[in-house]
């Protein structure tokens, strides 16, 4: 069972927006701003989209945008496009372990 | 560009050490900005951070899995490698090596990754 959860599934059409979240604890997601965002395409290696919240990498879309409210982080993708169809992990420093903890991941259709 | 490289062999037996190396290309692993870190991901799964390493060899592991994992340094090779011993079939899984920012906690650049699996 993963640490941080996130919802299984979730779609929209093109151009709508959609968006993901990811529940933590205070030990987790609501006591640090280090939670980040992945992007993974099958058979490839994840893709770092946000970090520390709201913080997007040079050459993500802006497009993706990620928010913190208490212990649920949220990453929205906005005007969805056909390659946007990945599945997507959180990720925060787990302050009780010390160590990084993912999310189960949710895979995103694009109707 | 910096890139990583996983390498170790595909297969390995229960009960005996699983070893895979991690070359870093197109830039330094002793650059005091950044760790160097494992990742997993079981076929059909999600992701499950393994522990992290600091040029000067310092390091930290998932709770869960402390008791078999070593992760090491040689910063004149500019690889690091990762050791899990008493494998069993729940360790298969893709492998990925990543670079962690020091002072947070994203992981900016990733290796393809490796399959291994645990079979006799």
């Known amino acids: 069972q993963s640490a941080l959860t996130q919802p299984p599934s979730a779609s929209g059409s093109p151009g709508q927006s959609v968006t993901i979240s990811c529940t933590g604890t205070?030990?987790?997601?609501?006591?640090?701003?280090?939670v980040s965002w992945y992007q993974q395409h099958p058979g490839k290696a994840p893709k770092l989209m946000i970090y520390?919240?709201?913080k997007r990498p040079s050459g993500v879309p802006d497009r993706f945008s990620g928010s913190k409210s208490g212990n649920t982080a949220s990453l929205t993708v906005s005007g969805l496009q056909a390659e946007d169809e990945a599945d997507y992990y959180c990720?925060?420093?787990?302050?009780?372990?010390?160590?990084?903890?993912f999310g189960g991941g949710t895979k995103l259709t694009v109707l | 560009q910096l890139q990583l490289q996983e390498s170790g062999p595909g297969l390995v037996k229960p009960s005996e050490t699983l070893s895979l190396t991690c070359t870093v290309s197109?830039?330094?692993?002793?650059?005091?900005?950044?760790?160097w870190g494992w990742i997993r991901q079981p076929p059909g799964k999600g992701l499950e951070w393994i522990g992290r390493?600091?040029?000067?060899?310092?390091?930290s592991y998932n709770p869960s899995l402390k008791s078999r994992v070593t992760i090491s340094v040689d910063t004149s090779k500019n690889q690091f490698s990762l050791r899990l011993n008493s494998v069993t079939a729940a360790d298969t899984a893709v492998y990925y090596c990543?670079?962690?920012?020091?002072?947070?906690?994203?992981?900016?650049?990733w290796g393809q990754g490796t399959l291994v699996t645990v079979s006799s």
């Open positions: 520390e919240v709201s």
């Open positions: 205070s030990s987790d997601v609501g006591g640090y701003n280090y």
């Open positions: 197109g830039g330094s692993i002793s650059s005091s900005d950044y760790y």
């Open positions: 990720s925060s420093f787990a302050g009780s372990s010390n160590t990084v903890a």
């Open positions: 390493i600091y040029y000067s060899g310092s390091t």
């Open positions: 990543a670079r962690r920012k020091g002072g947070s906690y994203y992981l900016d650049y």
